[in-house]
């Protein structure tokens, strides 16, 4: 079992930059891969990034490719999702996820990972 709480979310200008956190309690932590997910208003949610369990394999939506950064630290339970050059269309609810499986076929499907935290808000303002 893991639990995930994610926290860094907030309101920031165009341009500007935030760091997403994920905390995961289970002591499994450093074998799950972790991702992020993204789900703005009246939208799907959408995949943004994930790292497999030892760090080797990082894959991004072409949408934060250059702008986003997946990392992890396992001595700590936690990933992160640094982003910077916010744009609007940035804004949505962001989720951590965590998947005892990594698939290059599947890992940018919500269905691949088996927890979920309950989301924090990142707002974009023009």
């Known amino acids: 079992q893991v639990q995930l709480v994610e926290s860094g979310g907030g309101l920031v200008q165009a341009g500007g930059s935030l760091r997403l956190s994920c905390a995961a309690s289970g002591r499994t932590f450093s074998t799950y891969a972790m991702g992020w997910f993204r789900q703005a208003p009246g939208k799907e949610r959408e995949f943004v990034a994930t790292?497999?369990?030892?760090?080797?394999?990082?894959y991004y939506a072409d949408s934060v490719k250059g702008r986003f950064t997946i990392s992890r630290d396992n001595a700590k339970n936690t990933v992160y999702l640094q982003m910077n050059s916010l744009k609007p269309e940035d804004t949505a609810v962001y989720y951590c996820?965590?998947?005892?499986?990594?698939?290059?076929?599947?890992?940018?499907?919500?269905?691949?990972?088996?927890?979920w935290g309950q989301g924090t808000q990142v707002t974009v303002s023009t």
């Open positions: 996820a965590a998947a005892s499986r990594f698939l290059v076929r599947t890992y940018k499907f919500a269905e691949n990972y088996d927890y």
């Open positions: 790292i497999r369990w030892s760090g080797g394999s990082i």
